[in-house]
């Protein structure tokens, strides 16, 4: 009985031993983050979640980008405390989540997309209020309005933000930290900004801006590129041919028994194909063939049965005057739609389209949406314009077309030739209907679908292969930009953000 007094009399060392004590985190470095610790801690055990802290800080900031971009001195100084109080809310959701244990994938992603998405603002918001009151052009090295300015600096910030994750991403939050002095980091000098405004310095910022965001951002690019460049297994800054081996060890996985039965379909189908005519014929057409009967019909109909099984998951998308329809991603029918992925890792339809490209081919990195994708054009309208499948990685990347369904008027108009100097262009259009193929280089076919008509329904399925699979940074960038706009969305490009603890 002795031993009960002595627990009770010594409650310090209770937390040590207890298996349902929550561990206290280290005390931060920075004041700004002592005081929102301090702040947030009698929240611990209610219902307020880091999230909340998050929507109230995107709240504020957005709020002061609104004041920001009204003009006036009395506005930019509201805006300039407003400013103040966002970042300082920033803190307050990260000491909670640490603190208190409440931690969610979604809300990492929400916290970083919040503090993008609020910093670029307030950029744009102090050009669009410097101009309001001053719009003549500022006399640098080429005249630019105030409004330039400020988004010229908000696009330096988020090519800083995408490059940061990036890092983080491959070498943890450790390679990211920011300097610091004391108590106080680099992003510690908004804090300052009341006495910018206070004393009419809110050009001055804004030029200021202009020039040191994109400087910073060359910095972090230069960074980028030094941990690229560190020895990590199947990244950018792999030699090719370690991306090659690592590749193929990811299309050698094993087939699934609907996979094998497809991948012998195909082999029993190119045995009624003249190789050396489908290859003097793709080599004539500059990289292009058509071949209206290829997919058996056994695997024609399971992907028909895919593409009804997907369609709840559809991404719809519309760029005024180029292109409307609606698309599944390979993250989703990795998913849903395994027999897809499996058909793309294909032997047999590999080693064929290998023989008519002349070079080997590689599957798509696992983070490239576009591997293998499936769209739908399925309401009156859809389309897509004059473009070209362009290739952002080092190497060629080639597209293969697969009919699906087709119970429309739409074509596939092309032409040849565009990038041949002193060649005649030549023009044509094919309906390509379930189980046609077509097979090109994207950097050199220039193509488009007609728009579909009324009661009518096309979906075709699309593969991506690579002859190098590594990407530069700014083309990664803008690659998956495109993607996200312009096809999936942004929750299916950057997926890979969600597989992180929050902040």
């Known amino acids: 009985m002795e031993t009960i007094p002595k627990i009770i009399?010594?409650?310090?060392?209770?937390?040590?031993?207890?298996?349902?004590?929550?561990?206290?985190?280290?005390?931060?470095?920075?004041?700004?983050?002592?005081?929102?610790?301090?702040?947030?801690?009698?929240?611990?055990?209610?219902?307020?979640?880091?999230?909340?802290?998050?929507?109230?800080?995107?709240?504020v900031g957005l709020a002061c980008t609104w004041a920001f971009a009204q003009g006036s001195y009395a506005m930019a100084n509201l805006g300039a405390v407003l400013l103040v109080l966002s970042n300082f809310i920033d803190h307050t959701d990260g000491e909670?989540?640490?603190?208190?244990?409440k931690t969610s994938r979604i809300g990492h992603l929400y916290?970083?997309?919040?503090?993008?998405?609020?910093?670029?603002?307030?950029?744009?918001?102090?050009?669009?209020g410097v101009a309001a009151v001053a719009p003549d052009p500022y006399p640098l090295p080429v005249p630019l309005s105030a409004s330039a300015l400020g988004w010229i600096?908000?696009?330096?910030?988020?090519?800083?933000?995408?490059?940061?994750?990036?890092i983080e991403d491959r070498v943890g939050k450790a390679g990211t930290k920011q300097a610091s002095v004391g108590g106080f980091e680099t992003e510690d000098v908004l804090y300052l900004m009341p006495l910018v405004t206070l004393f009419d310095g809110t050009r001055g910022f804004l030029i200021a801006a202009a020039i040191g965001a994109p400087i910073f951002a060359l910095l972090v690019?230069?960074?980028y590129v030094r941990v690229m460049r560190r020895a990590l297994p199947v990244e950018a800054g792999e030699s090719a041919a370690t991306a090659e081996a690592a590749t193929a060890v990811e299309a050698a996985q094993p087939m699934a028994?609907?996979?094998?039965?497809?991948?012998?379909?195909?082999?029993r189908a190119l045995d009624a194909i003249d190789f050396d005519a489908a290859t003097r014929e793709f080599k004539s057409q500059d990289a292009f063939i058509y071949l209206e009967k290829f997919l058996p019909k056994a695997v024609t109909e399971q992907l028909i049965a895919v593409v009804r099984s997907v369609t709840p998951n559809?991404?719809?998308?519309?760029?005024?005057?180029?292109?409307?329809?609606?698309?599944?991603?390979?993250h989703t029918l990795d998913e849903l739609a395994p027999f897809v992925a499996e058909l793309y890792r294909s032997p047999a339809l590999m080693r064929f389209l290998e023989r008519l490209a002349g070079e080997k081919l590689l599957p798509s990195p696992q983070d490239d949406p576009h591997a293998y994708a499936l769209y739908y054009y399925t309401r009156p309208g859809d389309h897509i314009g004059w473009h070209y499948d362009t290739s952002y990685y080092k190497g060629r990347r080639y597209t293969l077309l697969l009919g699906v369904v087709d119970q429309s008027s739409c074509k596939l108009e092309y032409r040849l030739h565009t990038r041949n100097p002193g060649v005649a262009q030549v023009e044509g259009a094919v309906a390509y209907p379930p189980g046609a193929l077509v097979f090109f280089d994207g950097d050199k076919l220039h193509h488009r679908i007609t728009p579909l008509g009324e009661n009518e329904e096309r979906i075709s399925l699309t593969f991506e292969y690579v002859t190098d699979p590594r990407m530069g940074t700014w083309q990664r960038f803008i690659s998956n930009m495109k993607d996200a706009i312009a096809y999936f969305g942004f929750r299916q490009v950057f997926r890979q953000l969600l597989?992180?603890?929050?902040r």
């Open 499 to 502: 597989g992180r603890t929050k």
């Open 96 to 101: 909670l989540a640490r603190i208190s244990g």
């Open 221 to 223: 690019i230069a960074d």
């Open 314 to 330: 559809v991404n719809r998308n519309y760029l005024p005057g180029h292109k409307q329809g609606g698309s599944v991603s390979r």
């Open 153 to 166: 600096a908000g696009i330096a910030v988020a090519l800083v933000f995408f490059l940061r994750m990036r």
């Open 9 to 59: 009399s010594a409650p310090a060392a209770a937390p040590a031993t207890s298996n349902t004590a929550r561990p206290v985190p280290p005390r931060p470095r920075q004041y700004d983050a002592r005081l929102a610790r301090w702040m947030v801690t009698p929240l611990v055990d209610t219902r307020v979640s880091p999230n909340h802290l998050t929507t109230l800080r995107l709240i």
């Open 257 to 267: 028994p609907a996979a094998f039965a497809a991948d012998a379909e195909i082999e």
């Open 111 to 128: 916290d970083l997309a919040s503090d993008a998405l609020v910093t670029v603002l307030l950029f744009g918001g102090i050009g669009m």
